[in-house]
């Protein structure tokens, strides 16, 4: 538990310096998100490419700048009345690792749909269908990204 709180810590201070820095910001952000190929809904690491050769090309700072902020923005999502909340799909409750991948989804979805879901912890539902975007892939972008244009 140590580990996860100074992780989510350490991850935060970070984000706090890149936004002094002037690396990324919220808007750069979303835009960078907006690249996921979305028609059809993401189902695979194709749909991420643009987002990772536009994160490769940025540079190392936009890097673990954009992996910041998705940090923080799962985190928002991270909260105990969506978690509660039954799958669509199944009618049972979310495992861990499927609200982690359904949080990332609403933060595929764009900004609208992560206030849409932080106002309304009922509009999460509709994340949680089947047939929607997978957006795990989302969650290893930036390392990819990150391994290509640094050959680390």
Not at 42 to 50: E, Q
Not at 52 to 57: Q, S, T
Not at 119 to 131: I, L, M, S, V
Request: glycine residues 8%.
């Amino acid at each position: 538990m140590l580990c996860v709180s100074w992780l989510s810590f350490t991850r935060r201070a970070n984000g706090f310096l890149s936004h002094l820095r002037g690396v990324m910001d919220d808007r750069e952000f979303w835009g960078l998100i907006d690249l996921v190929l979305k028609d059809p809904p993401a189902r695979d690491r194709a749909a991420f490419g643009p987002l990772e050769e536009a994160l490769g090309r940025a540079g190392e700072d936009e890097i673990k700048a954009f992996e910041d902020l998705l940090a923080r923005h799962l985190h928002d999502l991270d909260r105990s009345e969506l978690a509660a909340l039954p799958s669509s799909a199944t009618g049972l409750p979310l495992s861990t690792d499927s609200f982690l991948y359904y949080r990332a989804v609403v933060v595929l979805a764009g900004e609208e749909a992560c206030r849409s879901v932080l106002a309304d912890p009922e509009q999460f539902r509709r994340f949680t269908e089947p047939g929607g975007p997978e957006a795990e892939f989302l969650l290893y972008v930036a390392q990819h990204a990150y391994e290509s244009s640094t050959g680390k």
